[in-house]
């Protein structure tokens, strides 16, 4: 029976990730982790199999950096980009000509509106002026000029929508290509932009036709779409792409095309494609939610990544072409100078040109070949995922390890020659991701969890340790038991007690409830401080933890780690204190004792109770140095053993004191901070004090007046100071005692 339970129960933990992979794969609960997988799994794909061959059909006419060079910096007057159309219709013979940029400003670089302003000014009186300049507006007005070059001619000029908050808008828009009346009441998530920067109005109404060059990066800022429409006060504009294509094919009409599958889920308002409709032929374009798709890449971009013949406009303007080398040519004018910031982070290039983007789009619909992300992919990735589930939630417990093994690369194999199959043959994009994950994690997890069954007697027998010893020495025991004995040893250690001052205020301000959820706050963000610098917890004492470092795991640095828990334990009180003051909580203060010595330490108490503790003179004093912060405003206090070995901070010493119970001084110190972050400030003042101490341990009081004034001004708020000033002034009252050490007594604990 054991057996069957412990069968069904592994099955049980691999049908876990057969859930969360099911609820991503359906929209229940996404995994954005999930989605950047598949994303990766898409670029690497798409990298390996891109042709990287010459497109010969699309030329792009790059504004590069020899252009600038040689023409001068961009935006060009419109005379010279007239020149440019001008040149590649008549010399060239091109077929279409795509602007990927856009002509939004007035062009003034002739001069002509300086002209005009001073023939209504200094030269209005001036005969011949304006007859003359009525006769050079033609040649001067550029814009006029460009327009007219366009007219009448294949051409597509580019612009942009923006959503800058304020709903800017410049030029003049096309027309759209289709409405929300067309839709037929559905709701489609187009990208929608509340501003636009186009083309001046006598461009656009040279050249009618026009489209964005938009782009929508994925969340990881990767361009691997490019949207078809996009949405402005409710109509739709065609991408620069779409209306080249369309001026290519006829410039058909633009329609929806909603899916008519029923079993789709309630949020998928059917719009997956769009059509291009002349009369009764129509061409369709597979898109997603956003009416956006794939760009199937051809190659890694630019002039050296061999997708698209590159022509520097220069050599165009020049003349430097021969006549007809761009006969029948699709062209596409853009930029791949840096400094214009046409340049877009893609799967096949970190820096790609954002014009051939474009390109890529136009030769696939010329070859019909478009990769997309079909609107049953979802149906698709749960089938494969509950077959793929159930043949390793069944197979995987049953299987011996080396078998298991086999039969999860198996499926690993299958599911991904599938998809690959699909991607290959017929352009689909299915996802991946869920399907490896789940392989993966099944497989993991049942080995585990076999592994884990399997040495239970183990972990039975660490559970016992664990009634007697912390957590650190069970780990340690169960790693190589035979090394660690529970028998009492002698043993250099560094100790600490931390107790929690105004507790007693608390108790009588606060619930019984409150004060444990307080306690237990603080308590467990301490425990974690000396637990993260390998110190062992001995026991929780009414409001003071002791802690331990050094056993039952050697450690060698254990004055060091000690020491800077302590430094991170004082923060984290502030941090609390901080907290406290902003909810109208009490606030609390710590004392702290380090002391490093030999101990003995080991498995102590009676048959009905035991724990692994400390003990010895080490401990005790400690233990009364804990006592003693609160006497030298300090948030804690350390011997003079463990700031030997705590080399990796810098100390002021606060005393020497002789505590009850012990007749030889010892002397005391406060870690200012870590040596590497002590300031200048922080090692003047030091020095000052290392200098104060010594005269005041030779009774010299005008002079450790002086020093004490010194200090005072740099740092007047501390008390240790101005309990040394008091002290000055009473010990100045006394005669000179040449046996005073300079230790001072204290007779309680």
Partial sequence: MKTIAKHWQRIAVTLIPLVLVLLHATGVMPLGTMQRLDDVIYDTRLRATMPNTLDERIVIVDIDEKSLAEVGRFPW????????????????????????????????????????????????????????????????????????????????????????????????????????????????????????????????????????????????????????????????????????????????????????????????????????????????????????????????????????????????????????????????????????????????????????????????????????????????????????????????????????????????????????????????????????????????????????????SKRELAHLFGTYVPPELVDEMVKDPDSYSMKATNRELTVMFCDMRGFTKMSEQMEPTQLQELLTGVFSELTSLIRANRGTIDKYMGDCVMAFWGAPVETPEHANLAVKSAMEMASAVRGINADHRARGLPEIGIGIGLNTGTMCVGDMGSNIRRAYTVIGDAVNLGSRLEGLSKVYGVDMVVSETTRKQATDFAWQELDRVRVKGKEQAVAIFWPMAPTPQLGEAASTELKTWVSFIKAYRAQNWDQADVLMLNLMRMNAKKFLYQMYSERVASMRLLPFDPEWDGATNFETK
């Fill in 77 to 456: 007057g419109r005379n010279k980009v007239g020149h440019l159309v001008d040149t590649l219709f008549k010399q060239q013979h091109i077929a279409l000509l795509g602007f990927d940029i856009v002509f939004a400003e007035p062009d003034e670089s002739s001069g002509l509106s300086r002209l005009n302003e001073l023939a209504r000014g200094e030269f209005k009186d001036q005969a011949g002026f304006a007859e003359r300049l009525k006769q050079l507006q033609p040649e001067l007005d550029y814009d006029a000029l460009f327009a007219k070059v366009l007219e009448n001619r294949p051409v597509v000029l580019g612009y942009y929508f923006s959503s800058d908050g304020d709903g800017r808008t410049v030029g003049t828009l096309p027309s759209p290509v289709m409405s929300k009346n067309d839709l037929k009441g559905r709701s489609v998530e187009a990208y929608a932009w509340t501003g636009f920067g186009s083309n001046i109005d006598i461009l656009a109404k040279a050249a009618p036709v026009a489209g964005h060059f938009n782009t929508t990066p994925d969340i990881d800022g990767v361009v691997r779409s490019l949207p078809l429409l996009a949405e402005y006060k409710g109509e739709y504009y065609e991408s620069l792409a779409l209306a080249m294509f369309r001026r290519l094919a006829g410039s058909p009409k633009v329609v929806p095309g909603f899916s008519d599958e029923q079993w789709l889920s309630r949020s998928y308002q059917g719009l997956d494609r769009i059509m291009l409709k002349e009369g009764q032929s129509s061409l369709s374009i597979s898109v997603d939610k956003h009416i956006s798709t794939l760009v199937p890449y051809r190659g890694a971009g630019g002039v050296k990544g061999g997708s698209f013949r590159y022509v520097s406009a220069a050599d165009v303007l020049a003349g430097r072409l021969p006549a007809d080398s761009l006969k029948d040519k699709i062209v596409l004018v853009g930029t791949t100078a840096p400094g214009l910031l046409d340049l877009r982070v893609t799967p096949v290039g970190q820096v790609y040109p954002g014009v051939e983007a474009h390109a890529n789009l136009i030769s696939a619909w010329l070859d019909d070949k478009v990769t997309l992300k079909p609107d049953y992919a979802m149906g698709y990735d749960v089938f494969v995922l509950i077959v793929a589930g159930l043949l390793l939630a069944i197979g995987l417990p049953l299987l011996s390890a080396p078998r298991a093994v086999l039969l999860s690369v198996g499926v690993l194999a299958t599911v991904t020659a599938l998809n690959t199959w699909l991607y290959m043959g017929f352009g689909l994009v299915m996802p991946l991701a869920a399907a490896l994950v789940m392989t993966l994690t099944a497989f993991a997890l049942n080995m585990s969890y076999g592994y884990f069954v399997e040495s239970r």
